[in-house]
């Protein structure tokens, strides 16, 4: 067997691999070969998604291969592959998708033979309703309704039909019923079968029961009729029922694999936006060529209107490029040479030439869908309660139905042996073992595509429970509540130092130079404005919280924040926080130990920071603004934008010590940071959210990853995340309920005192509806908005 090689996760002994797993269908499949793989010597862990039929898992290496862990699902009765790899990850997710609409299709195409097999059985079962023995004794009262209803109108339509003898029209129903037994519900039969060979029982084991038996009692009384009549069993048959039980089933399943497709409609979505083809430059002219071909390094021409085809650098012209597909961010965005694009969006105003930087796998938009598809197969803790179940639900409904069938054949007064048939059979296809499964994986499908609409990649059902829960939003300053693109608003230097304000600035950029804080490039950013010459720098070091060191010019330099410059410097000042910039961060400098002058460095609070922190108390959360800044620069920023607490000069370490202090007084935490100086925060929190305006850093960083600057995608992910955990909840009451509510009615307890027995194929109808339901409820979420 020709087995793709598994990746091995970093820092891991353990590799891991993903396996497309076919045959599934409903979780008492998903179930066993999850409960299969876990047990299996040598498997960390197992995760199996129903929904997109994949089993991600963590095997040793030394005990297990791919190869082992195929043979071992397949020896569940299911099939199993390691996917093979492709560069682009958009086609693999479009391949998907049409693979879906195909099962979909081909499901259409079964259910229609059999819904037009089973009008033309209730029509040749007319006759015997109405002219056989002991008729309707086993009928539930709306479907004797119904056909008391269209026996008249038949009697007219069709009168020759009521003169055929009664055995004829039960052998051509035998036929007819074997006929779509064969080739449409062929599969519930095989799968059945595969089940028992495993010795494990599924969906399909319980359709495969409810249909043979129907079946077997059925041919039995057209074959020996006379020997039932003798025992005072209505001969009655239940062809018809076997056929439209097989076709509610396939209809239903049809619907859900249509809902399925809807759930994965923001993934198809995705993949369209990358362009098929390229306008290329080379040797001296533009050539049109498939995405595919274009090389790192290529020049690709954009014009105006047209999709940016491959992540890249503007090397020509100036426009605005609507991002608003990848980061739901509505006005388009400015760029010129230099400026970075994406691929999937689209160039609005002026011709642009673009460098392509980055292609296929490793593209922003493959990045995006492959996330995605890992988040919507991530499971959600709540999801365990009905696994618990699904693991034996279907043994216990078996159990039920024996149970049922005897009650009815020693305690039922008239008509026991139709009457027993009748209720076992119902409580068999009555029972949906499907909605329980589908009850959470679709909620975190529609939530996460829901969330990439917004701009927001929620990483898996985990993450959307507990950002679901969370009472505490604890926000970095830097980047998260300003806008992350600080200036140099002063320059002050010390009293008798000797310096101009231009010596401090160059000497400061020196060392900034080699620095990635983002307030190292405002000060460099200046220097440069200013024309100043840049000086070399040697022994640079990094004080993380506080600044940092050089020699410049021989001279040992130090900068940073006042913690840092007590440390440098044998003086402090106390008197240099400008009056005029009250929110402003102060970088110090100090020169072989004496402070030497200060750069007064400002950072916009953004326009959205105030209505968001609003929403978000107005949400009962509390907002905590968290900062390695001075205490008066954070507080002014905290009053200007409404957060309730302030705690400054923190620094990173402290930081993750104030998360877990929260954390230990009972409080979720959510921590919102740019994915990169605050990576240890995010960890330590309940939910770490990243806004890094979709850097590969931000993406990989935090549970929760905003593709817009924007601290209103906090509010809009948790809004997001409520409203999921509400239909969660909303989908595992109604599959719970239904079951609980359904079976005991099919079983007849209703009919002592109703006299209400409800018919097999009614039972398949509510079968049904119950799936579709939840996976309906489920899409409702398509339409939410914040």
């Excluded at 891991?12 to 497309?20: M, N, R, W």
């Excluded at 069938?405 to 026991?416: N, V």
């Excluded at 400008?578 to 402070?595: C, K, M, N, Q, R």
Aim: hydrophobic share 50%; glycine share 10%.
């Amino acid at each position: 067997m020709n087995v793709p090689e598994a990746t091995s996760p970093p820092g891991s002994a353990a590799e891991a691999v993903t396996l497309d797993v076919t045959g599934m269908t409903c979780a008492a499949c998903q179930a066993r070969v999850q409960r299969t793989l876990e047990r299996t010597p040598g498997v960390a862990s197992a995760t199996v998604d129903l929904m997109l039929g994949r089993a991600a898992v963590r095997y040793d290496p030394a005990q297990l291969d791919p190869g082992r862990l195929i043979e071992v699902v397949e020896r569940t009765g299911y099939g199993a592959a390691v996917p093979v790899p492709t560069a682009d990850a958009v086609a693999e997710q479009a391949a998907r998708d049409a693979a879906l609409e195909a099962e979909a299709r081909h499901l259409w195409h079964r259910a229609l033979t059999a819904l037009v097999a089973g009008a033309v059985a209730m029509v040749v079962s007319m006759p015997l309703m109405s002219r056989g023995p002991m008729t309707g004794v086993a009928m539930d009262p709306l479907m004797h309704g119904i056909m008391s209803w269209l026996d008249g109108p038949l009697r007219s339509a069709l009168p020759w039909l009521y003169t055929v003898p009664l055995p004829v029209l039960s052998w051509g129903l035998l036929v007819l019923t074997v006929v779509v037994m064969g080739w449409a519900g062929r599969h519930f039969y095989v799968r059945a079968w595969t089940a028992l060979r495993h010795r494990s029982a599924d969906m399909n084991t319980l359709v495969a029961l409810g249909t043979l038996s129907a079946f077997g009692w059925s041919a039995a009384v057209t074959m020996a009729p006379a020997w039932f009549l003798a025992r005072g069993v209505a001969p009655d048959v239940y062809f018809e029922a076997v056929i439209l039980i097989i076709a509610f089933v396939l209809l239903g399943n049809t619907f859900e694999a249509r809902a399925k497709r809807r759930t994965a409609s923001a993934l198809r979505r995705l993949a369209g936006l990358q362009p098929r083809s390229a306008r290329v430059l080379r040797e001296g002219g533009l050539l049109d060529i498939p995405i595919e071909g274009v090389r790192r390094g290529d020049l690709v021409v954009v014009r105006p209107g047209e999709r940016i085809p491959v992540d890249g650098e503007v090397r020509e012209g100036a426009s605005a490029v609507d991002e608003a597909m990848l980061t739901g961010e509505p006005v388009p965005a400015a760029k010129s040479v230099g400026s970075r694009v994406v691929g999937g969006t689209i160039n609005t105003t002026g011709a642009l030439t673009i460098e392509a930087t980055t292609l296929g796998a490793d593209s922003r938009l493959a990045q995006i869908v492959r996330l995605m598809r890992d988040a919507q197969s991530s499971r959600a803790p709540i999801q365990g309660l009905a696994d618990r179940i699904s693991g034996v639900f279907v043994p216990t409904v078996i159990l039920l139905s024996i149970l049922t069938f005897l009650a009815w054949w020693f305690l039922a007064p008239e008509g026991s042996g139709v009457r027993a048939v009748a209720a076992a059979i119902a409580v068999l296809i009555i029972a949906c073992p499907c909605a329980m499964g589908l009850a959470v994986p679709t909620a975190v499908m529609v939530a996460t595509g829901k969330g990439a609409e917004l701009g927001i990649l929620i990483k898996g059902g985990a993450a959307l429970e507990r950002a679901g829960e969370i009472d505490t939003i604890v926000l970095d300053k830097t980047g998260t509540v300003t806008a992350g693109k600080p200036t140099v608003l002063d320059v002050l230097v010390a009293p008798d130092a000797g310096w101009t304000s231009e010596r401090v600035l160059q000497v400061a950029a020196a060392v900034e130079r080699l620095s990635e804080h983002p307030l190292a490039g405002a000060v460099v950013r200046e220097a440069d404005r200013r024309g100043l010459a840049a000086l070399g720098a040697t022994g640079f070091a990094s004080h993380g919280g506080r600044g940092a060191t050089a020699r410049v010019d021989g001279a040992s330099v130090a900068v940073g924040n006042a913690t840092m410059l007590r440390e440098a410097a044998a003086t402090s000042p106390t008197d240099v926080v400008p009056t005029e910039h009250p929110g402003a961060t102060l970088v110090h400098v100090a020169h072989d130990g004496a402070w030497v002058g200060t750069v007064v460095v400002g950072d916009a609070i953004r326009e959205s920071s105030r209505v968001a922190v609003d929403r978000l108390r107005r949400g009962a959360l509390d907002v905590v603004l968290l900062t390695g800044d001075r205490a008066s620069a954070a507080e002014a920023i905290g009053s200007a934008v409404g957060v309730g607490r302030v705690v400054a000069e923190v620094l990173p370490e402290g930081k993750v010590a104030e998360v877990r202090r929260l954390r230990e007084a009972g409080a979720v935490v959510a921590m919102v940071g740019d994915g990169i100086n605050d990576a240890p925060a995010l960890a330590a929190a309940d939910v770490g959210i990243a806004m890094g305006g979709g850097t590969d850093v931000a993406l990989e960083a935090a549970d929760i990853a905003l593709l817009r600057d924007d601290l209103g995608g906090v509010a809009d992910a948790v809004a997001l995340s409520r409203r999921t955990m509400r239909t969660m909840h909303q989908n595992l009451f109604w599959a719970f309920a239904y079951n609980v509510v359904g079976i005991p009615i099919a079983a007849g307890v209703l009919y002592p005192a109703f006299g209400i027995l409800l018919s097999p194929i009614l039972a398949s109808l509510a079968m049904a509806f119950s799936s579709v339901s939840v996976v309906g409820n489920s899409l409702r979420l398509k339409g939410w908005t914040p």
